[in-house]
């Protein structure tokens, strides 16, 4: 694992526009990106020209798109015409990433319930998850399950079990320890997690931060930080990954800006809002996080 060989960038971490994409891909000399929002576009919204835009300014550069961040599944698990509104969001993606030579779709796993483990709500998790196997059966991409706290899958014992009821080759995990600070009453997350994923791990958000008590609450709540700032203990994380041998690229979701962001951009990036100030957080974020890997 090398800086910056092994890392890439959340495209709207950083902004909405390809000519600043393409500088700051150039100025980090990195691989590429992964994309979400662009041109003030929610993934599930991005158009044929914006598309097309992305893959000639890739082409001509000479980087990849490592991963295309859908919202699909970040739904009820109830709501029958929001999952069939999904899977066709998914159907989508699936055109988005094959013209890109892109061979990695993030989805999530329903928005969380009370007692997500209980098993039978998993078993209806993992089959709508292996609805979305069928349907890219044969196109080359992977489905990468990322943990959120919103989510059913937000923990790494949650990931295992969903993982344990999809065993397809093509579905694995897509690992953000930060993630985990956001869930409550949850443990700090250890870099022994890595391991435990082993081969199911295809790719892991880069992003920290700290968990403070608001006001009187008695309530932790997640703040975003630079990377090496925070809770998650980047180091440790970082030596487990080269110690199992991973090959796959660790992508900044630095969620931090020098200006306070909106929560609801949180959940659902996307837009010009969400990206106002990520390229000097972004930059910021970067080096710290060349400092991290320098260290080891």
């Known amino acids: 694992m090398t800086f910056p060989n092994s ?32 041109s003030g576009r929610a993934f599930k919204d991005l158009t044929r020209e914006d598309v097309a835009a992305i893959g000639a ?15 699909v599944f970040k739904c009820e698990l109830d709501d029958a015409a929001g999952i069939q509104a999904h899977r066709e969001i998914f159907k989508r993606s699936l055109d988005v990433a094959r013209s890109l030579n892109c061979d990695l779709l993030r989805v999530f796993t329903f928005l969380r319930q009370p007692n997500p483990l209980e098993p039978k709500r998993l078993d209806r998790v993992a089959e709508g998850l ?13 489905i990468g399950i990322e943990n959120e706290h919103s989510c059913f899958v937000a923990t790494v014992e949650e990931l295992e079990a969903v993982l344990a009821r999809v065993s397809a080759p093509s579905v694995g995990a897509i690992w953000d320890p930060c993630n ?13 997690d890595l391991a435990r994923l082993g081969k199911r791990l295809f790719h892991l958000h880069v992003k920290d931060a700290v968990r403070r008590t608001p006001g ?12 090496g700032t925070g809770e998650v203990d980047w180091r440790s994380h970082l030596r487990v990954l080269q110690a199992i041998g991973y090959k796959g690229m660790l992508s900044l979701e630095t969620h931090w800006r020098l200006e306070k962001i909106d929560e609801s951009l949180l959940h659902l990036p996307a837009g010009y809002g969400f990206s106002h100030g990520g390229e000097t957080a972004t930059r910021i974020c970067l080096h710290t996080t060349k400092a991290v890997v320098d260290s080891l």
Do not use: N
């Not at 009453?185 to 870099?191: F, K, Q, T, W, Y």
């Open 7 to 38: 890392f890439t960038f959340i495209s709207d971490e950083v902004s909405q526009d390809l000519p600043v994409l393409r500088a700051f891909v150039r100025e980090f000399k990195l691989p590429g990106i992964e994309l979400r929002s662009f």
């Open 57 to 71: 300014a890739a082409k001509e550069d000479g980087w990849k798109i490592f991963g295309c961040s859908t919202p």
């Open 130 to 142: 292996l609805g979305l196997v069928d349907l890219a059966k044969g196109s080359g991409v992977r």
């Open 180 to 192: 985990v600070l956001y869930v409550p009453g949850a443990a700090v997350p250890h870099a022994s």
């Open 216 to 227: 009187t609450s008695s309530a932790l709540i997640a703040v975003g930080m630079p990377i």
